[in-house]
């Protein structure tokens, strides 16, 4: 096995760029990544089911293995000495993520357990009310539980008032979103995917657009996209983004982000202050200074907070060193054949699917009672999971045709025998 640090002491992938380079450059296939990538997942592709919940908890590289164990290594061998490469292992989660998502500045990403997380950083460091008594967000029934819950907790807290954009069957009309935009909003919280239906919010940059034309700010929840479609944030415009690590990005729960656009982090003092803040958020962390006035650190590092959860960049280093060399525009590609391809057999099997246009990278089977559709298929050895009246199918690379045809076949005898 390769040695599992570079000379910097950062987690380098030596294995996982050359089983990418073998692939060649053109469109990703089967038949090579069974070959390539397939073994650098020999631990997980070990279980006897078929997988297709790719859109919930991603499925990890063998290598995430080491790296965690490399973590407790540093911190058993070296102890105080481990802050230098932990922290220096965090930089590199958060440069890895403004990759991802278009952005220039390795600063403008800040590490937070949970996407919601991010969301209160922003909701906590919101400018005066433009009514000047309370701030007015824009948001909609699509958004996860997560945003959507700490949406209303503030809501019923009296801390903001709430304009929520309704869903048709399951679906935003983005037109309507536009037309909400008013001088009086603060904060449009929207996601560029969502969860539910996998929609795919391809007009994000009117809807930014228009939040500014408002003088709001705009919060694109990129859980459902970051590591799905080429994305810029930069090109976008959005001020904030949120997302996290446990789905495509392969990374486990715990390594969440918050991005920041720069156009928010000028040097210095910046001009919007988070109250979601704390030791790792001040101008000489390790300076120990205690001026009577909280001096943030230069740009992003402002928008750091408490001592920060070290081991998730470790978790989702590998994940995130895969997308990199795969490329997400190869993998969209990728993503659309299979799901294509899998509509066809569901088609073929008349099963009834939904396909949303544009969708992110999983389809839907509805169902008169999804969950239990999604219980008697993992019993039948397929794990999906449901929302609402669907359920929620995601190929991904570990995912061969054959498979699929399979699933496909699963499906129709298990909805057929349950009566779902
Ligand atoms: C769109 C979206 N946002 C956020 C989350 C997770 O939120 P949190 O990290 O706050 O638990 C999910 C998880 O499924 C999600 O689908």
């Not at 000495?81 to 600063?107: K, N, Y």
């Not at 357990?113 to 967000?137: E, I, M, S, Y």
């Not at 928010?264 to 001026?291: I, V, Y």
């Not at 490329?327 to 939904?354: K, N």
Request: aromatic fraction near 6%; charged fraction near 20%.
């Amino acid at each position: 096995m390769s040695t599992p640090t570079d000379t910097a002491g950062i987690l380098s992938f030596p294995e996982i760029d050359s089983a990418v380079e073998a692939l060649g450059s053109g469109p990703l296939q089967e038949r090579l990544l069974i070959e390539h990538v397939h073994p650098l997942f020999s631990r997980v592709l070990a279980r006897t089911e078929s997988y297709l919940a790719n859109h919930s908890l991603g499925r990890p590289l063998d290598r995430a293995e080491s790296d965690v164990a490399r973590f407790a290594t540093l911190w058993q061998r070296d102890m105080d000495e481990a802050w230098g490469p932990w922290l220096a292992e965090l930089t590199a989660f958060r440069a890895r993520i403004a990759a991802l998502i278009g952005l220039s500045r390795t600063d403008a990403v800040v590490s937070k357990p949970g996407a919601g997380q991010g969301l209160r950083a922003v909701l906590n460091a919101l400018p005066r009310p433009k009514d000047g008594k309370l701030h007015h967000v824009v948001t909609t029934r699509a958004e996860f539980d997560s945003i959507d819950f700490i949406i209303k907790t503030y809501q019923e807290q009296g801390r903001i008032r709430v304009t929520w954009i309704a869903t048709h069957e399951g679906l935003l009309d983005q037109e309507e979103i536009i037309r909400a935009m008013n001088p009086s909003v603060d904060l449009v919280v929207v996601s560029h995917v969502v969860f539910a239906t996998g929609q795919l919010l391809d007009r994000a940059d009117q809807i930014v657009a228009a939040a500014h034309r408002a003088g709001s700010l705009c919060l694109l929840d990129m859980y459902h996209s970051a590591g799905v479609v080429p994305l810029s944030m930069e090109a976008l415009g959005a001020d904030f983004g949120i997302g996290g690590s446990y789905k495509y990005l392969r990374g486990g729960p715990g390594a969440g982000w918050l991005a920041i656009h720069p156009r928010h982090l000028s040097e210095g003092q910046p001009p919007l202050r988070t109250l979601d803040t704390g030791w790792f958020a001040k101008k000489d962390t390790f300076g120990f200074a205690r001026d009577e006035r909280p001096l943030l650190a230069p740009g992003g590092d402002a928008w750091m907070e408490c001592t920060p959860f070290v081991l998730g960049a470790y978790q989702a280093a590998a994940g995130l060193a895969l997308l990199r060399s795969l490329g997400v525009d190869r993998l969209r590609e990728y993503s659309v054949g299979q799901q294509a391809f899998l509509a066809d057999r569901l088609r073929a099997q008349d099963v009834p699917i939904r396909l949303v246009e544009p969708r992110g990278a999983f389809l839907l089977v509805p169902s008169k009672d999804a969950p239990a559709l999604s219980r008697a298929l993992k019993l039948g050895g397929l794990s999906t999971d449901a929302r609402g009246a669907h359920v929620r199918l995601c190929p991904d690379i570990l995912n061969t045709r054959e498979e699929l045809d399979l699933a496909a076949a699963t499906i129709a005898r298990v909805k057929t025998a349950a009566g779902l």
